[in-house]
């Protein structure tokens, strides 16, 4: 008998991966499980947001959010360990959002094949000026919640990701920020059963923490309303 595919998918809950979640739905595979990987005091590794608004947007998707609390000297001890759950709970693949970073994508196809998943890559190698547009095509719509002062200042922060974000964006930074340069958060976007309504945070500059290289983020991170 022919397994059914069921995916789970890594969730920043950033404009990527929600990306993703909808070029890998178009091609028909069942993505049920949303993993997003936290600090032990609670919020994203990624893009350091609060558990309930993660929560509320995979809920808003009609999907089942996993996290996964995880301190870096552990990462990939509790991911493979993460992996291993979810094969064991019937799922065959992992979808990322990684777009061209080889070097992660080489850290993380073992991963999954040890685990038994396949590793499902649906932005790769898309040019990046090509995802951008693709995210404003497919209607998702994002907010910056973060921005490294190397590339960006205050000004870039708290605001939507369209367009007019990335025509101002100064030379040289990457359209998607795949650097690092900046991060973002959905709260609309086509299978959502309604926006997030959200209120502004405050903006906040904070000191990077290793493995990031030394330099001061600011995050406006918002609330549900």
């Excluded at 609670?42 to 959010?65: C, D, F, N």
């Excluded at 999954?112 to 209607?139: D, K, T």
């Excluded at 907010?143 to 200042?153: A, G, K, N, S």
Aim: some cysteine; proline content about 8%; glycine content about 8%.
């Amino acid at each position: 008998m022919t397994e059914v595919p069921r995916a789970a998918i890594s969730w920043s809950a950033g404009k990527d991966a929600c990306l993703a979640w909808l070029l890998v739905r178009e091609q028909g595979l069942d993505v049920t499980t949303f993993v997003t990987m936290l600090d032990p005091d609670g919020p994203s590794k990624s893009h350091a947001l609060p558990r309930a608004l993660v929560e509320a947007q995979v809920r808003a998707l009609g999907g089942r959010w996993h996290p996964v609390e995880v301190a870096m000297n552990d990462y990939a001890a509790v991911f493979a360990a993460m992996l291993d759950g979810l094969r064991a709970a019937g799922h065959t693949h992992m979808v990322f959002g990684d777009i061209d970073l080889q070097a992660h994508r080489d850290w993380l196809e073992p991963m999954c094949r040890r685990a038994g998943l396949g590793a499902v890559f649906p932005l790769w190698l898309m040019p990046r000026g090509e995802v951008a547009s693709s995210i404003i095509a497919h209607g998702i719509r994002a907010r910056v919640v973060c921005v490294d002062t190397r590339w960006l200042d205050d000004r870039f922060c708290g605001v939507e990701y369209d367009e007019a974000f990335i025509a101002r964006l100064p030379a040289g930074v990457c359209p998607c920020g795949e650097g690092g340069e900046f991060h973002t958060f959905v709260w609309d976007a086509p299978g959502f059963d309604g926006q997030l309504a959200l209120a502004p945070g405050t903006k906040r500059r904070v000191p990077s923490s290793p493995p990031l290289s030394p330099t001061t983020l600011i995050f406006e991170t918002p609330s549900l309303r």
